[in-house]
């Protein structure tokens, strides 16, 4: 069985900067994160991708994040991050990462103005 579990969201002002974290373990299975991607879901809005890294390390990003977030991932760690600077009351959101076919339960985001 493999879980994502992701870490280290919360309450920031606008301006600020937070990292996520997204760790893969597996029991029973090897799992090894080489592809993650972010997603985030705001109140009353649709899932919406936000950054991908591939196995290559090519990364892709949603123009409203771009040049701002950085996608990356730890191979030692089995671990994928998502840097987020200069929040914006717009990025608050629940985050979600995505390896293969598994998904994290979610970390929540709040940017106050």
């Known amino acids: 069985q493999v879980q994502l579990v992701e870490s280290g969201g919360g309450l920031v002002q606008a301006g600020g900067s937070l990292r996520l974290s997204c760790a893969a373990s597996a029991s029973g299975d090897i799992f090894r994160i080489n592809a993650m991607s972010w997603y985030r879901q705001a109140p009353g809005q649709q899932r919406e991708l936000v950054a991908t890294?591939?196995?290559?390390?090519?990364?892709n990003y949603a123009s409203s994040v771009k040049g701002r977030f950085t996608i990356s991932t730890d191979n030692a760690k089995n671990t994928g991050y998502l840097q987020m600077n200069s929040l914006k009351p717009e990025d608050t959101a629940l985050y979600y990462c995505n390896a293969d076919l598994f998904w994290g339960q979610g970390t929540l985001v709040t940017v106050s103005s």
């Open positions: 890294v591939t196995s290559g390390g090519s990364t």
